[in-house]
């Protein structure tokens, strides 16, 4: 099974300021029809998790520009260029090219 | 508006047997691959199974194969998980989740809570 490694775990940010959380797989998610299934959640305290990024970089409806992602290969990155109070939560990263579909162990991310 | 909603949680004794059900709405449920994700107490995400659009081709996590069977009813819009020779490995919270494409769960149900103690 692909192992998916975020890190840092744990993310304490002032508001405001930029946060980034890197997740890196252990084989390569490019699949043969030429896209990468590497997607982020985020799941809200007490809440369902919600998609915020697919395939790498597109960021799903309603999802706010201060949410980005890049990568390609095997090395990824969110990033959240002003960290707002109603981001807390934990953030997972997730690969769909091989299956079984893996997660990242999530990195809880509050605000000073 | 798009709706998942998860029934069938409950406690149960190592050994036994639950049925998950999932009823969408607000979308064409016959065109879509389902998947299930389960959430242990405190620890992180982990999928479970999913399903295609006729139920012809299913897939689940090595962890519950053999165990688990995942399906669906379209003319009902509901998606099942059946869970046999439950551990205690296997308390989590279970989310049914929409997959658009390869894992991009774009709506999750409010998860249905299943125990399994003595």
């Known amino acids: 099974d692909i192992v998916m490694t975020q890190t840092p775990l744990f993310l304490s940010v002032t508001p405001g300021q930029p946060a980034s959380i890197s997740c890196k797989s252990s084989q390569s998610l490019l699949h043969s029809n030429g896209k990468t299934y590497l997607h982020w959640y985020l799941q809200k305290p007490g809440q369902s998790p919600q998609v915020l990024i697919y395939e790498v970089s597109s960021r799903f409806s309603g999802v706010p520009d201060r949410f980005s992602g890049s990568g390609s290969g095997t090395d990824f990155t969110l990033k959240i260029s002003r960290v707002e109070a109603e981001d807390v939560g934990i953030y997972y990263c997730?690969?769909?090219?091989?299956?079984?579909?893996?997660f990242g162990q999530g990195t809880k991310v509050e605000i000073k | 508006e798009v709706q998942l909603v998860e029934s069938g949680g409950g406690l149960v004794q190592p050994g036994g047997s639950l049925r998950l059900s999932c009823v969408v709405s607000g979308f064409t449920f016959s065109t879509y691959w389902m998947t299930w994700v389960r959430q242990a107490p405190g620890k992180g995400l982990e999928w479970v199974a999913n399903?295609?659009?006729?139920?012809?081709?299913?897939y689940h996590v090595d962890s519950v194969k053999g165990r688990f069977t995942i399906s669906r009813d379209n003319a009902k819009k509901s998606l099942y998980l059946q869970m046999n020779s439950l551990r205690a490995e296997d308390t989590a919270v279970y989310y049914c989740?929409?997959?658009?494409?390869?894992?991009?769960?774009?709506?999750w149900g409010q998860g249905a809570l299943v125990t399994v103690s003595s």
């Open positions: 997730m690969q769909g090219t091989h299956p079984p579909k893996t």
């Open positions: 399903i295609n659009q006729d139920g012809s081709d299913k």
């Open positions: 989740a929409r997959d658009i494409s390869y894992g991009d769960l774009d709506y």
